[in-house]
C-alpha cells in the first residue's frame, strides 16, 4: 500500500453547527476510511473544519506501520493541548491503526485523548463522541467479520474533484511476519461489487475521470454473497457459480465508462493472476501501471517474511506483466535490513532491482512493530548502521533507474489525465500518464479533467515535463 503525504482537510464550515477537523496520516486505505468517517459524522450534522482550533471534536486517522508513523501522530497531539484549554468541551479522537494496536493503552498513556476507535467501528463514533460528553472516555476497536462500510456514501475530501479512491477490500489474511496490519485491520473481506460499480459511476458522473480500487490485497478480492475470503470453501454451488473475483471487478468498473480511469493498488505477486493482466490489457481506460511489493530479493529472506512467493516467482510475475503489456509501468515496496538478512542476500535485492528496473519505489529501513510474528520469532539483529546503509543504496540504485526510466520517455507523446493546477504555476497543469507519472504542462485552453496528448521534451528527477500536442 503506498503512504500518502499528511492529509487536512480543508472544507469550510457554516456557524453554528458542531464542527470537527479530521487529520488522516499513512496509506491511501487511510485515506479512503476518512472519507467514510467524514459521511457518518455529516450524516449526524457535523460539518467539517480546516481549523483545529475552532473545532467540537478534532479526529486523527493514524498509521502503526512503522514507529516514526506513531511518533509523529503523538507530536500532533500535544499540539492539540492548547484547544483543549481554551475549550475544555474539546473531544479529542484517536481513529485507525494505531487506535486498535494501542486500544486502551493509548487512553492511559496520551490524558488527552477522549476517543480510541478501530478500523472496523467508525459508524460507532457519533455514539463515542456522546459518551465523551457524557463524562466518560470512550472506546471501540472490535474487529468485524463483515464490515465494509459497502452503503456509505463517502463524503470526497480530495482537492482535484478529478481522482478519487474506493475502497474494495478489508483487512488481511497474508500474515507478513514484520506486518502489523492483520492486527490492526482484521481478517480480509470483500466488498459487494455492485456497491463498487455504483460508486464508480456515481463519482464519474461527477466529474470524477479516475478511481483506484484500494485494498491490502487487490488481487484476491472474491465477492461471493458476503462472508471472509478464508470462508469461500464453505460457500454453495449457487454462490460459487456467481462469484466475482478481481479480474471481473476490474472489467465492471473499466465498463462503467471508456473515459473513466480505473487503477488499483495493492498487488501481490503470489497471488496476481494472467486473468488480471489480460483484463488489463484489454481495456484502454484500466491504467497500465502495477505497484507490486518486492520487500526483498532473496527466497530466503522472502520465506522469513512468509510472503508466499520466492525470487523466481516475483520474476515470473514480472515476466507476466512485459509479456501481457510491453508498456506497464511498474513500482515497488523494498525493506532493507530485515532480521538475519546478509550481505549477499541484500545484494540480491540489488540485483532483483537491477533486473525488474522500477519507475517508482516506496523504501523503508525494517522497523520491528510490537505483536507481529517477526517481533515473536526473530530478533531484529541487523545493526541500525547497517541497515541505514543497505537503504541507502537501495535508494540510489533506484534513482538510477527511475532517472534513466524518465530520460526514456523523452521525446515520447503520452496521453495525461490533467488533475488540476501546477504547484509552481497556475499557468500550468499537472496530471499522470497512464503509467502513473506525473507530466507538467503548459495550460493553454485545457482544464482538469481533460485528457490531453502531451510530448515530453524534459524531466526534472520526478516529474516529466512537456507541450500539449494535437
Ligand atoms: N518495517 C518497515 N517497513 C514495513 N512495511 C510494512 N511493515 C514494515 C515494517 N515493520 C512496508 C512494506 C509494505 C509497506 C506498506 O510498508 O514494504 O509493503
Ligand atoms: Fe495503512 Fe498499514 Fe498504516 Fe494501517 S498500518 S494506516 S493499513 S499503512
Redesign the pocket.
Known amino acids: 500500500?503506498q503512504?500518502l503525504e499528511k492529509e487536512i482537510i480543508e472544507k469550510e464550515a457554516p456557524k453554528g453547527t458542531k464542527r470537527f477537523f479530521l487529520e488522516t496520516y499513512g496509506?491511501a486505505m487511510n485515506f479512503s476510511d476518512s472519507e467514510i468517517v467524514a459521511s457518518i459524522l455529516k450524516s449526524e450534522g457535523y460539518t467539517i473544519t480546516s481549523e483545529a482550533s475552532e473545532a467540537d471534536v478534532i479526529l486523527m486517522n493514524t498509521c502503526a506501520?512503522?514507529e516514526n508513523a506513531e511518533q509523529r501522530a503523538r507530536q500532533r497531539l500535544t499540539e492539540f493541548r492548547v484547544f483543549k484549554k481554551e475549550k475544555p468541551s474539546l473531544v479529542i479522537g484517536v481513529l485507525g491503526c494505531m487506535a486498535e494496536r494501542m486500544k486502551t493503552k493509548l487512553l492511559e498513556e496520551e490524558d488527552l485523548v477522549d476517543i480510541v476507535v478501530g478500523p472496523d467501528a467508525y459508524r460507532s463514533i457519533p455514539n463515542l463522541i456522546g459518551e465523551v460528553e457524557g463524562g466518560q472516555k470512550a472506546i471501540n476497536v472490535l474487529l468485524s467479520r463483515e464490515e465494509t462500510y459497502a452503503d456509505i456514501n463517502p463524503v470526497r475530501l480530495s482537492e482535484n474533484g478529478i481522482t478519487a479512491f474506493i475502497s474494495i477490500t478489508r483487512g488481511c489474511d497474508n500474515m507478513c511476519t514484520?506486518?502489523?496490519v492483520p492486527f490492526t485491520r482484521g481478517r480480509e473481506r470483500s466488498r459487494d461489487p455492485h456497491t463498487i460499480v455504483k460508486e464508480a459511476k456515481n463519482l464519474f458522473d461527477n466529474g470524477y475521470r479516475e478511481v483506484t480500487l484500494l485494498g491490502q490485497n487487490v488481487d484476491s478480492y472474491l465477492w461471493y454473497g458476503g462472508g471472509l475470503k478464508k470462508d469461500f470453501e464453505k460457500a454453495t454451488e449457487e454462490q460459487k457459480n456467481k462469484a466475482v473475483n478481481f479480474a471481473n471487478l476490474l472489467e465492471m468498473v473499466a465498463q462503467v465508462s471508456p473515459l473513466l480511469r480505473v487503477r488499483f493498488s495493492t498487488s501481490n505477486p503470489q497471488d496476481m493472476t494472467d486473468e488480471v493482466l489480460h483484463t488489463m490489457a484489454k481495456y484502454e481506460n484500466i491504467c497500465k501501471y502495477v505497484h507490486l511489493?518486492m520487500?526483498s530479493g532473496n527466497t530466503r529472506v522472502l520465506k522469513q517474511m512468509n510472503r508466499g512467493y520466492d525470487r523466481e516467482k516475483y520474476l515470473d510475475r514480472i515476466k507476466a506483466i512485459k509479456t501481457i503489456m510491453p508498456d506497464c509501468g511498474l513500482s515497488t515496496?523494498?525493506?532493507s535490513g530485515f532480521c538475519t538478512e546478509t550481505e549477499e542476500e541484500h545484494k540480491e535485492t540489488l540485483s532483483l532491482m537491477d533486473e525488474v528496473q522500477f519507475d517508482y519505489a516506496?523504501m523503508?529501513?525494517?522497523?520491528?512493530?510490537p505483536g507481529?510474528l517477526a517481533a515473536k520469532k526473530y530478533t531484529d539483529d541487523i545493526p541500525e548502521d547497517i541497515k541505514s546503509r543497505r537503504l541507502q543504496e537501495i535508494v540510489d540504485l533506484h534513482r538510477k533507474h527511475a532517472g534513466e526510466s524518465n530520460l526514456r520517455d523523452i521525446g515520447g507523446v503520452f496521453e495525461v489525465l490533467a488533475e488540476g493546477s501546477s504547484k509552481k504555476s497556475s499557468e500550468d497543469l499537472y496530471g499522470r500518464t497512464t503509467h502513473n507519472k506525473v507530466v507538467v504542462f503548459p495550460k493553454e485552453h485545457y482544464k482538469p479533467g481533460d485528457y490531453v496528448k502531451v510530448k515530453v521534451h524534459s524531466c526534472t528527477s520526478g516529474t516529466l515535463l512537456g507541450q500539449a500536442v494535437k
Do not use: G, H
Request: aromatic share 20%; hydrophobic share 40%; net charge positive.
Open positions: 500500500m503512504v496509506c506501520i512503522r514484520f506486518c502489523v511489493p520487500q515496496d523494498i525493506i516506496y523503508f529501513k525494517y522497523n520491528e512493530r507481529t
